[in-house]
């Protein structure tokens, strides 16, 4: 029994390779909409050699003739991704190495940050013809696990939640909310469903459905609300023999895709004294995950994980034994500058962020005590083969 402590960027070389338990912070910039160039909008953002991010005011376009471009704010992140980037590319920078590392048991966990319309369930979800992280995710989990040649199995199980109004429900089963509790393995939803995954189509169509039974708003019953954070959790465990202690060994990570409610300050919303309280709420999810980022960046002893549902569920995905990526959205346009440049300013102090060494989850759950039982427990591991 026991854990093994092993970080990703000290068994991985990789050109973006985790240093020092860094969270891994990445920016996607999206296209130009058909609404926002009838508006009369412009390109405020430029992105050079796939990390450098160039932000525009064109408020100071006086100065901003005569100085060139002096007036951008410049920002780096680990990548940064521009228009024309594809979910392939999106997932293979970010997420690929993450699902590397839960099947080897350890746990990882992707955010997607920005202000609504700014491309985050494109990037997670997507759609069927460009399917996004949370697919590519699971796709290449099986690829992988049926590439390895192992002498054990693995079961792949997904839940899929959402926090509302600092309610939680499942998307898979929807019905009453459900009661967050602390167990050994940390906060878990009760009675959440766990679905039992053995192929990429069913799962595409799962989280379709899944996306559909988000909360949507009561004036526009067709889009999912801005105020609704979406979370994917993929665990994955492997069982193997281990020959050399007769015993057989589980290990358990688990991949958890999270696609944030909009970060635009809940007073630019139209409905203001309808959704005050949902605004409310949502500020205190957003805010405690911001609150808990600060007191994380700052080091501090006391994290406070408890002030939300959302931090309480992410609670050991973010400073805890796991592998982070942010991977925060924008708009080009310059009718969102003010979203845009505090999504940059969440995302630069987020890259500040340290993880613990991410662990490997490894437990041995049988030992047998006699060759009868070996040859049994080996049948048992055909069997479920
Ligand atoms: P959010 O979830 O952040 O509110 P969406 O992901 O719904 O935003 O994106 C808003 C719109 O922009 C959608 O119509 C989406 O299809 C489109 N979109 C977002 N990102 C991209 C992209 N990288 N390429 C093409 N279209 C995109
Ligand atoms: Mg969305």
Redesign the pocket.
């Known amino acids: 029994l026991g854990k093994r402590r092993e970080s990703l960027g000290e068994t991985k070389q990789s050109s973006i390779s985790n240093n020092g338990n860094k969270i891994m912070v990445f920016l ?4 130009m ?1 058909r609404r926002e160039k009838d508006a009369g909008g412009r390109c405020c953002v430029r992105i050079v050699n796939r990390r450098d991010v160039y932000l525009t005011d064109f408020a100071l376009e006086h100065d901003y003739l005569r100085l060139k471009r002096l007036h951008d704010r410049h920002f780096t992140f680990d990548a940064s ?1 521009s ?1 024309s ?1 594809s ?1 392939q590319d ?1 997932y293979s920078t970010t997420t690929a190495e993450l699902v590397e590392a839960v099947l080897e048991g350890r746990n990882g966990s992707v955010f ?1 940050y ?12 997507g ?1 069927l013809e ?1 399917p996004g992280v949370m697919v590519l995710a699971i796709k290449d989990l099986f690829t992988k696990i049926r590439q390895r040649s192992f002498d054990g199995n693995h079961v792949v199980q997904l839940s899929y939640l959402e926090v509302y109004n600092e309610t939680v429900r499942d998307l898979l089963s929807p019905g009453r909310p459900l009661v967050l509790r602390e167990d050994k393995q940390g906060i878990v939803a009760a009675g959440l469903t766990q679905y039992r995954a053995y192929s990429t189509d069913e799962v595409m169509a799962l989280l379709i459905q899944g996306n559909k039974n988000r909360t949507t708003e009561p004036t526009r019953v067709n889009e ?1 609300s ?1 105020r609704s954070h979406a979370i994917l959790q993929v665990v994955v465990e492997y069982r193997m023999r281990d020959a050399a202690s007769m015993s057989v060994v589980s290990r358990v990570g688990k991949l958890s895709l999270i ?1 944030l409610a ?1 970060s635009e300050r809940a007073l630019a919303t139209d409905q203001r004294s309808v959704r005050s309280i949902e605004g409310a709420n949502i500020n205190r999810s957003l805010l405690a995950l911001s609150s808990c980022i600060n007191a994380l960046v700052e080091g501090k002893k006391h994290i406070p994980y408890r002030n939300s549902k959302l931090t309480q569920l992410l609670k050991d995905s973010l400073g805890g034994a796991c592998n982070t990526v942010m991977i925060a ?1 924008i708009s080009p346009c310059n009718l969102f500058f003010g979203e845009t440049q505090n999504t940059l300013h969440w995302a630069n102090r987020a890259k500040e962020i340290r993880n613990k060494a991410c662990e490997v989850n490894e437990e041995i759950v049988r030992v047998p005590e006699s060759e009868t039982d070996q040859a049994k427990l080996l049948l048992e591991l055909q069997k479920e083969n």
């Open positions: 996607r910039l999206r296209p909409v991704f228009e980037a979910q999106v997607c920005g202000a609504t319309g700014a491309g985050k369930t494109y990037t997670m979800l759609t460009n999912t801005s696609d909009g959205n």
